[in-house]
């Protein structure tokens, strides 16, 4: 059967990716870090399918293909919203970690998935909000939405998503810079300083659309985080 599910659905897209690619002929290091994230998402997808916590159990489904991610579950399932937001976080943590940053985007409709295969509006949806409306490095969902899917969720798990706020255009984003302790002191220390080398790297580009992301990154770096400033 192929029927659709009402799911939330991340499309998460790594940035400057082709770049790096056409730089990683001559560079070894660079050539290292595509392998290194890659084999990651990779790993973390079989992990979903046949790990000690296995995921499409629960009806958690990743599809990984290049440098896209699509992952995605029910949206009334347990922990639902809150188990996603968090996968989300650490998924973005892993990028920076190999020194990548990513853009993506967040919607709740009608979705199938499973091991193979993805498909349906929500991933067309999801897949226009990225490609036209995230432009940072940062992944939006649309306020009522949002708001949605804080209501599928029971009063407690609600008041642990704190990872988002909204941008100055309206979209809520994930904010993966302040610290809301879901790391030790040491890890969150160790992500920031990894996330400032990446942006201060990055505003040194001649390319003033790509400087536009980094500056975006820089103001939200110096705004939320508690431990460095550039």
Same mark, same amino acid.
């Given at each position: $059967?192929?029927?659709?599910? #009402?799911?939330i659905v991340l499309y998460l897209d790594l940035l400057?990716? #082709?770049? +790096? /690619?056409? +730089? *990683?002929?001559? !560079?070894? &290091?660079?050539?290292?870090k595509i392998f290194n994230i890659l084999t990651k998402l990779y790993k973390d997808k079989e992990e979903n399918y046949s790990g000690t916590l296995n995921g499409s159990m629960m009806g958690d489904h990743v599809s990984v293909f *290049? %440098? !896209?991610? /699509?992952?995605s579950v029910l949206l009334n399932s347990e922990d639902g919203f809150f188990k996603? *937001? !968090? /996968?989300?976080?650490?998924?973005?943590? =892993?990028c920076i970690y190999q020194g990548f940053i990513a853009r993506?985007?967040?919607?709740?409709?009608d979705l199938f998935h499973n091991e193979k295969i993805v498909f349906g509006p929500a991933l067309n949806e999801a897949y226009s909000l990225e490609s036209t409306n995230s432009i940072y490095p940062r992944i939006i969902m649309k306020r009522d939405q949002f708001n949605d899917a804080l209501? *599928? $969720?029971?009063?407690? &798990?609600?008041?642990?998503? #704190?990872?988002?706020? =909204?941008? %100055? %255009?309206?979209? $809520?984003?994930?904010?993966?810079? +302040? &610290?809301?302790? =879901?790391l030790e002191k040491e890890n969150y220390q160790y992500f920031i300083s990894k996330l400032r080398e990446i942006i201060i790297s990055?505003?040194?580009t001649k390319d003033d +659309?790509?400087?536009? #992301?980094y500056e975006w990154l820089k103001t939200k770096f110096n705004k939320y985080n508690t431990y460095l400033n550039i």
């Open positions: $059967m192929c029927n659709y599910e #009402k799911r400057g990716f #082709k770049n +790096k /690619v056409d +730089k *990683s002929i001559e !560079n070894v &290091d660079i050539r290292k *290049s %440098d !896209n991610i /699509v992952y996603f *937001s !968090n /996968v989300c976080y650490y998924l973005i943590l =892993e993506g985007a967040i919607y709740i409709g209501e *599928s $969720m029971d009063y407690v &798990d609600r008041n642990y998503i #704190k990872m988002f706020d =909204e941008d %100055d %255009d309206g979209f $809520m984003f994930l904010n993966y810079i +302040k &610290d809301f302790h =879901e990055g505003l040194n +659309k790509i400087k536009q #992301k």
